[in-house]
Every structure is written in structure tokens, then in C-alpha cells.
């Protein structure tokens, strides 16, 4: 999705902050992945634990992919309020579908069997690949054919050990992974979008309406059906974690709001994360701020401090025109989805090549040279993905 943004005093017509933002949770999330496990390293830089009642800099990142997914939706839906039709409907669900079947082959793949017709890392190898020709923006209609039959043979290929989270030896959705997580929030925040014609109060009352259905369902005082909460965590899926994504909506209405003024509008985004941070802490006696049940605290307190950090990037590079050191962050920005899968594409093609881990020395030693080593990757990382964009393999869905 393009972050165009019409302009309030006669600037710029791209919202180049989202795109850098968008950029530096990519490098954030790549570099931290690198670091998962990693021996001495300080505690700020690890996954707080599932019973932990608050959160480290690694768990800002989820909350991050949510809340820029949903500052995008306004600006690209927001032609279609009012005039809703069949196509695009089904442009949403086959967004959200992409999403959901990665995120559900990336959630399988640690119990790949050694059984397989295929070695793991030739199977995911050709599942990026499937992946980008499919996605691949302004690709030929005969790739994008080729990448929805290669991707329907890897799907059907798929073996696993069953475990106690996957009960089927074929792919299965006992979590949908943090891609399907993500189209499952992206589908409802966009109906909710097109339903409420964009209204800020309406949508403000959505917000509410999505914690609401997580406390409740979790204590069990709403009912959800059995078929359905089987299907998709309701309480924490299309409860809180798409509660997260539609805070993102709402910071864009305050960001494109007519007649304020630019300063005007930074005043309305603080005071938003504020009252997203401030709700977040007096919720939080009732289930902690807790990232592995997706607690509503979690969810409002991260939205808080993800929308003070956007604030600060929209200031320095479309209020003050501070723009030259963004654009180390632009191309993993406008190729999020590349960049995404750029370290395991990577890891899982020198597997098929048979190249020892000429660059994976200090990773699993920690300490100092281990965090320099996950560096040193994230930028690699980050330097194919603008080879990538130079080479014309920009990846929407």
C-alpha cells in the first residue's frame, strides 16, 4: 500500500515518514530476530517471558507491523467509502488470504518433516520464490500464474511431525503465524473502515468495541462459537490484535483531518498516544501487559508508545524537512515484504547451495561480537533488499 497524504500546507503529497518508520521497524525486527536466544545480552534486548507482566524493546515490533498496516488503510481505501463494490471486496480478502496461507506454511515449518518428497530448505526455498512471483508488483500475469501453482504444489507437498500445537502430519492453522495474524487484522480493520465511511468517532467505538470482545471472551463472558474460536483465536486475533491495527487507522484520520493545521495535527497524534498509553496502564491490573496472550494493556500500551515514535520521525522528516537520513530506511520501507523474508530466503538458498555459514560466527557465541555479528546482518539484509527494489522485485500483496 502507498502512503500518499494530501498535503496540509502545500508540502510534500508523500507521507515520507511512514515509509521510513515502516523501514526502521524492519531493520529493528530483522536485527532482533538475529538476536533470538543469543547468550549475554542484555535483558531489554530479549522476548520478555510468557508470564511477564510488560515488555522489552523486541516486543514493540509485532505491535509495530500492526499499527503502520493500519496508518495505511485510510490512505488507500479511503477513494472506495461509499462506492464498495464486489472487486474490491475481493481484493481485501485476497490480501488478507495471502497473508494468512504464509503466515500459516511459515508457522508449520519448524516441524518439517526429514521425510518429505523435499529437504526443508529446497521447499522453502521455492516457497519464497512462489512467494515472489506472486506478490511481485508489476510482474507478468504469467509469473503471478506461475507463483499461485508453484505455491499450490508446496502446500500440498507439505509433511510435519505432528506435535500437540499442529495434530496433523499436513499444514494446519493451530496459529495462523504472525503474516496470517496480520491478514486477519488487516480484513476486519478494512470492513470496519469502509462500514463506518471512515467516521473517527465510529471507529473510535470499534476500538473499544475489539478490547471489549477480548476481556469478555477471555473471561468468557461473551460467547464466541466453538467452529469459529476454533478457527481463529477470536479474543486475540480479531479481539486485541486487530484492536492494535485500528489505532493505527485512527492516528491516520487525525493526520489527514481537514482544515488543521499541520502542528495541529501533531497535537491531536500525541494526545491520541496518550490516551492509548494511559488507558493500556489502568487496564493493566486485569491481565498484565503480556505479549504472548495479547492482552488488551499490551496491545493499548504498545500502540501508545509505537505512535510517539512515528510521531517523532513525521516531525523531523515531513514537518522539518530533516530527510536525507531516511533514506538508509526507504527501500526495506516501500518492500516491507521482501524484507521481511530476505534473512530466512537467504539462510534457507545458501542451505541449498551447500555454503558453510561463512557469516554466522558470532551469533550463537553472544555478548559484544554476537550483537555486532546480528548487525552486520541486519545491514546486509537490508543492502539486498535495495538490490532488490534496483532489480525491480518490489513484493505487494
Not at 102 to 131: E, H, I, Q
Not at 295 to 324: K, M, N, P
Not at 333 to 345: E, K, T, V
Not at 371 to 395: D, E, I
Request: with cysteine.
Amino acid at each position: 500500500m502507498t502512503a500518499n497524504i494530501a498535503s496540509g500546507a502545500g508540502g510534500s503529497p508523500r507521507l515520507l515518514s511512514l515509509d521510513a518508520f515502516r523501514g526502521c521497524v524492519i531493520l529493528t525486527m530483522i536485527w532482533v530476530n538475529y538476536l533470538a536466544g543469543m547468550p549475554a545480552i542484555p535483558y531489554w534486548l530479549e522476548h520478555a517471558g510468557p508470564r511477564a507482566d510488560g515488555i522489552t524493546m523486541p516486543d514493540l515490533v509485532f505491535p509495530g507491523f500492526l499499527f503502520i498496516a493500519g496508518m495505511a488503510i485510510p490512505l488507500a481505501l479511503r477513494r472506495s467509502v461509499g462506492q464498495v463494490t464486489p472487486a474490491l471486496l475481493a481484493r481485501l480478502c485476497w490480501r488478507a488470504f495471502s497473508l494468512m496461507v504464509a503466515g500459516v506454511v511459515l508457522a508449520n515449518v519448524y516441524r518439517y518433516s526429514a521425510a518429505a518428497l523435499l529437504p526443508r530448505a529446497c521447499y522453502m526455498t521455492l516457497f519464497y520464490l512462489a512467494m515472489l512471483l506472486l506478490w511481485r508488483q508489476g510482474g507478468a500475469r504469467w509469473q503471478a500464474w506461475l507463483g499461485a501453482a508453484l505455491m499450490l504444489v508446496l502446500l500440498l507437498l507439505f509433511r510435519g511431525q505432528p506435535d500437540a500445537d499442529f495434530p496433523s502430519q499436513y499444514l494446519t492453522h493451530g496459529w495462523w503465524g504472525i503474516l496470517g495474524m496480520i491478514g486477519w487484522a488487516y480484513l476486519v480493520c478494512s470492513l470496519l473502515y469502509l462500514v463506518t465511511g471512515g467516521n473517527g468517532m465510529a471507529l473510535t467505538g470499534a476500538l473499544a468495541g475489539l478490547l471489549v470482545l477480548y476481556m469478555g471472551g477471555t473471561a468468557g463472558a461473551v460467547a464466541i462459537p466453538a467452529a469459529l474460536n476454533q478457527l481463529v483465536n477470536v479474543p486475540q486475533v480479531l479481539g486485541s490484535t486487530a484492536a492494535n491495527m485500528l489505532a493505527g487507522v485512527l492516528a491516520t484520520l487525525l493526520l489527514t483531518k481537514a482544515g488543521a493545521t499541520p502542528w495541529q495535527r501533531v497535537r491531536a497524534l500525541v494526545w491520541l498516544a496518550l490516551a492509548l498509553f494511559a488507558a493500556g496502564l489502568l487496564l493493566r491490573p486485569y491481565h498484565g501487559i503480556n505479549k504472548i496472550q495479547a492482552t488488551e494493556s499490551y496491545t493499548l500500551v504498545c500502540a501508545g508508545l509505537i505512535l510517539a515514535l512515528f510521531i517523532v520521525f513525521h516531525v523531523l522528516i515531513d514537518l522539518w524537512q530533516w530527510r536525507r537520513w531516511r533514506l538508509f530506511l526507504l527501500p526495506a520501507g516501500s518492500n516491507a515484504l521482501f524484507a521481511y523474508i530476505a534473512p530466512d530466503l537467504w539462510e534457507q538458498s545458501m542451505a541449498v547451495l551447500h555454503m558453510p555459514r561463512w557469516w554466522w560466527p558470532y551469533l550463537e557465541q553472544g555478548g559484544a561480537a554476537g550483537l555486532l555479528n546480528a548487525a552486520v546482518m541486519t545491514l546486509a539484509m537490508m543492502a539486498c533488499t535495495a538490490l532488490a527494489n534496483r532489480a525491480g522485485w518490489r513484493l505487494k500483496f
